[in-house]
Nanobody, 128 residues
Framework: VRLVESGGDVVQAGGSLRLSCKVS??????????IGWFRQASGKEREGISC????????YYTDFGRQRFSIYSDAGKATVFLRIDNLRSDDTAVYTC????????????????????WGQGTQVTVSS
């Protein structure tokens, strides 16, 4: 399984951005994997935002994540997206997607140690 993020950019506060996590090595809607989105700002701990099952498209958000973030997928493109609305300066961070095998169809995996496959991350910088 390989993950490649893209979409990070320098954007103005108040705008929106869509990040992409291209997933290779698994089949959407056939294999039980969960893709999670995380972010890490400089000097801060990594925090979970949301996760999604690529098998049945169930989604889960942290309390923080459900405010301005949306996770969704395009199985044809084998991509999981994270949309961020009303960007703020404190959204500046490296955003990374991660994958975990999910044979029991659980959800709610928003802690970094619950994942074992990571992408390289994409930088989002919000200017005020």
């Amino acid at each position: 399984v390989r993950l490649v993020e893209s979409g990070g950019d320098v954007v103005q506060a108040g705008g929106s951005l869509r990040l992409s996590c291209k997933v290779s090595g698994v089949f959407f809607q056939r294999e039980r994997y969960v893709i999670g989105w995380f972010r890490q700002a400089s000097g801060k701990e990594r925090e979970g935002i949301s996760c999604m099952s690529i098998y049945d498209h169930k989604v889960y958000y942290t309390d923080f994540g459900r405010q301005r973030f949306s996770i969704y997928s395009d199985a044809g493109k084998a991509t999981v997206f994270l949309r961020i609305d009303n960007l703020r300066s404190d959204d500046t961070a490296v955003y990374t997607c991660a994958a975990r095998n999910n044979p029991r169809d659980g959800l709610g995996y928003v802690r970094a140690h619950e994942y074992d496959i990571w992408g390289q991350g994409t930088q989002v910088t919000v200017s005020s």
